[in-house]
T-cell receptor, first 113, second 112 residues
Framework: GAVVSQHPSRVICKSGTSVKIECRSL??????MFWYRQFPKKSLMLMAT?????????EQGVEKDKFLINHASLTLSTLTVTSAHPEDSSFYIC?????????FGPGTRLTVT | SQQGEEDPQALSIQEGENATMNCSYK?????LQWYRQNSGRGLVHLIL?????REKHSGRLRVTLDTSKKSSSLLITASRAADTASYFC????????????FGKGNQVVVIP
């Protein structure tokens, strides 16, 4: 099946710094990419939907200036957590969709100290 | 936004037994999907059932869908230790946005 990669898999950063997470579709072109956040023992919460070449659509309650999403090409989307705080610590999962199915990346564990 | 919602259960069973978990949702759906997530990992797609289907099988998995009750069940037969994971259902609504809405998840532990 299609593969979606994320980098890094784990990142620890200090409070106040920014962190960029990359999501790549490796063997298909993703017209749409999604970013989810998952708290421990909880479900996935959709943060935003991005289409290549256009601005991301953020879900209610998600700060777009805090979580910057760029979908610069059909195979790459990035999520930048700006001025990270400990409450931003979470598991971030991206997902990519071609014309049909949606494929998930392995996730990125962000810890803000 | 709509949510697929599982009954918040943690299930612990012996290897070889069947594991059943349920999911309920709130709005009209186009399809419902089940995913597995191993601890600290991404999601693996297991099975998709469309709104006009009532039952679907894939290997040791059996999914049912009752649109009148807005509920679905996932049955794993003859469970194995490797089935230990969290299982989520997710729905795609009929209302055009084609996004997955996830429920809370069921944690299944299969004891060897």
């Amino acid at each position: 099946g299609a593969v979606v990669s994320q980098h890094p898999s784990r990142v620890i950063c200090k409070s106040g710094t920014s962190v960029k997470i990359e999501c790549r579709s490796l063997d298909f072109q993703a017209t749409t990419m999604f970013w989810y956040r998952q708290f421990p023992k909880k479900s996935l919460m959709l943060m935003a939907t991005s289409n290549e070449g256009s601005k991301a659509t953020y879900e209610q309650g998600v700060e777009k200036d805090k979580f910057l999403i760029n979908h610069a090409s059909l195979t790459l989307s990035t999520l930048t957590v700006t001025s990270a705080h400990p409450e931003d610590s979470s598991f971030y999962i991206c997902s990519a969709r071609d014309s049909g199915e949606q494929y998930f990346g392995p996730g990125t564990r962000l810890t803000v100290t | 936004s709509q949510q697929g919602e599982e009954d918040p259960q943690a299930l612990s069973i012996q290897e070889g037994e069947n594991a059943t978990m349920n999911c309920s949702y709130k709005t009209s759906i186009n399809n419902l999907q089940w995913y597995r997530q191993n601890s600290g990992r991404g999601l693996v797609h297991l099975i998709l059932i469309r709104s006009n289907e009532r039952e679907k099988h894939s290997g040791r998995l059996r999914v049912t869908l009752d649109t009148s009750k807005k509920s679905s069940s996932l049955l794993i037969t003859a469970s194995r230790a490797a089935d230990t994971a969290s299982y989520f259902c997710a729905t795609v609504s009929n209302y055009g946005n084609n996004r997955l809405a996830f429920g809370k998840g069921n944690q299944v532990v299969v004891i060897p």
